[in-house]
């Protein structure tokens, strides 16, 4: 199994900037593909960005291409997602998950996921 756990979220002016980071414990990530979701109040779960598990291939949602920017080190089992340029609209709950091979876009393909990490960019 995968215990992942995020941190890194926290309240920022907008135009700032946050890095956030996901560790995973109990397996490597080496085989994994890992993804970052977001959820606002009363909006459904939703893409922002993943990178697959040879690290050769990243995805980007739209709302944050050219903002965001994921990577990731397999030695740390860590996962990060660097985010510049906030805005009001990128507040969130701040999910990271993790799925076998191939990256994938839609939540019900993932099966591990953290506990969420509180992302509020303030105007």
């Known amino acids: 199994q995968v215990h992942l756990e995020e941190s890194g979220g926290g309240v920022v002016q907008a135009g700032g900037s946050l890095r956030l980071s996901c560790v995973a414990s109990g397996r490597t990530l080496s085989s994994y593909s890992m993804a970052w979701f977001r959820q606002a109040p009363g909006k459904e779960r939703e893409f922002v960005s993943g990178?697959?598990?040879?690290?050769?291939?990243?995805s980007y949602a739209d709302p944050v291409k050219g903002r965001f920017t994921i990577s990731r080190d397999n030695a740390q089992n860590l996962v990060q997602l660097q985010m510049t340029s906030l805005k009001p609209e990128d507040t969130a709950v701040y999910y990271c998950a993790a799925r076998l091979r191939a990256l994938m876009t839609t939540p019900i393909t993932y099966n591990y996921w953290g506990q969420g990490t509180q992302v509020t960019v303030s105007s």
């Open positions: 990178i697959s598990y040879y690290g050769g291939g990243t």
